[in-house]
């Protein structure tokens, strides 16, 4: 069963909404109604373009990276967003811990609000 904290693997679309190759995904809340779609956000290795105080790192020395599934250190892009159906997600390879999740969706709702 898919859960908000999840981290999965799914092309996630470019830009201009072109295929992209497999990359992982963090799950942030299925979308209401009678679909399956998960509102997703991205990760990428490419650390230096973690935006300061709104991106999250994820070292491989942080407690839950192991768990995570990832193979290297990475940024979790919190403002690269994407519904996705359920379909689209191929499989579980990890987790983030409940902090981090906690902090991230405050950051997103923070910027929606406009407070970020």
């Given at each position: 069963m898919k859960k908000p904290g999840q981290v999965a693997l799914v092309p996630f679309p470019q830009?201009?909404?072109?295929?992209g190759k497999p990359r992982p995904v963090l799950l942030l809340a299925r979308v209401l109604g009678p679909y399956e779609d998960w509102l997703?956000?991205?990760?990428s290795t490419k650390l230096h373009q973690a935006a300061s105080g709104f991106?999250?790192?994820i070292?491989?020395?942080?407690?839950?990276f192991e768990r995570s599934g990832l193979?290297?250190?990475s940024v979790i892009r919190v403002a690269r967003l994407a519904v996705v159906s359920e379909d689209m997600l191929v499989g579980r390879i990890g987790e983030i811990g409940e902090e981090?999740?906690?902090?991230?969706?405050?950051?997103?709702?923070?910027?929606?609000?406009?407070?970020?």
């Amino acid at each position: 069963m898919k859960k908000p904290g999840q981290v999965a693997l799914v092309p996630f679309p470019q830009v201009d909404l072109t295929p992209g190759k497999p990359r992982p995904v963090l799950l942030l809340a299925r979308v209401l109604g009678p679909y399956e779609d998960w509102l997703v956000c991205m990760f990428s290795t490419k650390l230096h373009q973690a935006a300061s105080g709104f991106d999250e790192v994820i070292d491989t020395d942080a407690s839950d990276f192991e768990r995570s599934g990832l193979k290297v250190s990475s940024v979790i892009r919190v403002a690269r967003l994407a519904v996705v159906s359920e379909d689209m997600l191929v499989g579980r390879i990890g987790e983030i811990g409940e902090e981090r999740l906690r902090r991230i969706q405050r950051t997103l709702a923070g910027w929606i609000l406009g407070a970020a």
